[in-house]
């Protein structure tokens, strides 16, 4: 499958080895611009355990700010419901629905991950909003409708692109414009104050506010939950639409930890500017590495066959694990 990647010119790996060098010096050497420790937040280590402090009260919540953010995020979720809705009844198949319901179960690994990489959700200190703790942080109801939104929307992008049979170039465009959707409501979020910040060392903070090494990993462990769940449709039509639920959270979960480790050492460390933006690009790689693997390995894509599309012989998602099928069906 991939002789035609040997067939292509050198100079493709020429120009991508200059640009990724080109983006490393851009960051390391524009210090207003990469340089996260003052782009959201005052950086201070716990004289503990030295690593980086959340902001706690010192991010205070505005309770105004998270109704309005969360009621436009609500929207925006319901919409992307409409949509899969609307699929679900054209394409008779109950998978672009249970996508949906399943995106909102990505709160629990979202939590685990905001931990690790850096990201403080304000809290309102009131127990009837609280929806749980995890390491002694406090997580309230609105959270849920922040992250199911996220997950509605940018997983279903790439599912609807899928669905289409878009050439191998288009699904890469689809992760291109989830990436350019996760820049657009995050900075316009975290611009609005009084939600959320990113907090420590982020790497790759580009635009002021959002550190873009997230919508790499983002996009991509969405992906990998996404892949799996088109590979095998058929299959999980009908009652078995219920797999789906705890087959998102469980992929998103294990897709983030592959490509953000890197970025979590430094995130959570005390590292030099310059280490910290190459760990940041060294994830943003990973993560297309990973992307380019759930081509291959999941779609049976040539991730730089740019002009494929999805052959008719590998149509049938439920193949591979027919006789499985067959002995749940009989359940």
Same mark, same amino acid.
């Given at each position: ?14 120009? @991508?080895? +200059? ?8 960051? !390391? ?61 054209? @394409?008779? !198949? ?10 909102? @179960? ?13 990201? +403080? ?27 199911? !939104? ?21 699904? /890469? ?38 550190? /873009?090494?997230?919508? +790499? ?21 009908? /009652? ?9 959270? @469980? ?11 890197? !970025? ?68």
């Amino acid at each position: 499958m991939f002789t035609s990647l040997y067939a292509q010119p050198s100079t493709r790996w020429a120009w @991508l080895a +200059f640009a990724l060098i080109a983006g490393f010096m851009t960051c !390391t050497i524009w210090p207003d611009m990469a340089y996260a420790q003052n782009a959201t937040a005052h950086v201070t280590l716990d004289p503990t355990f030295r690593t980086p402090a959340p902001p706690n009260d010192a991010f205070p919540q505005n309770a105004d700010h998270v109704f309005w953010g969360t009621l436009a995020m609500l929207i925006a979720g319901l919409v992307a419901t409409a949509i899969a809705a609307f699929d679900s009844f054209r @394409l008779k !198949t109950t998978v672009p629905i249970a996508i949906i319901v399943g995106a909102a @179960l990505c709160v629990y690994p979202e939590s685990v991950d905001n931990y690790l990489a850096g990201c +403080f959700w304000s809290t309102s200190h009131d127990p009837d909003k609280l929806l749980y703790f995890l390491m002694g942080r406090e997580f309230d109801y609105y959270v849920a409708i922040m992250w199911w !939104t996220f997950g509605a929307i940018l997983g279903y992008i790439f599912y609807s692109a899928l669905q289409r049979n878009v050439t191998t170039g288009g699904l /890469w465009i689809a992760f291109a414009l989830s990436g350019m959707a996760d820049i657009v409501i995050e900075e316009l979020l975290l611009r609005y104050g009084g939600i959320y910040t990113y907090f420590g060392h982020q790497p790759l903070v580009l635009l002021g506010y959002f550190p /873009w090494w997230w919508l +790499f990993v983002n996009v991509s462990a969405l992906y990998l939950s996404i892949a799996v769940t088109y590979r095998f449709r058929d299959w999980l039509n009908g /009652w078995r639409s219920i797999f789906i639920l705890p087959l998102m959270p @469980l992929c998103y979960i294990g897709g983030f930890s592959f490509a953000a480790l890197p !970025t979590i050492y430094v995130i959570q460390g005390d590292y030099s500017p310059m280490v910290t933006q190459f760990a940041g690009i060294l994830s943003c790689i990973l993560a297309l590495i990973q992307t380019g693997g759930i081509f291959y390995f999941i779609l049976g894509r040539n991730p730089l066959a740019f002009g494929e599309r999805e052959k008719p012989a590998a149509d049938r998602a439920s193949r591979p694990i027919a006789g499985f099928g067959s002995a749940v069906a009989q359940l």
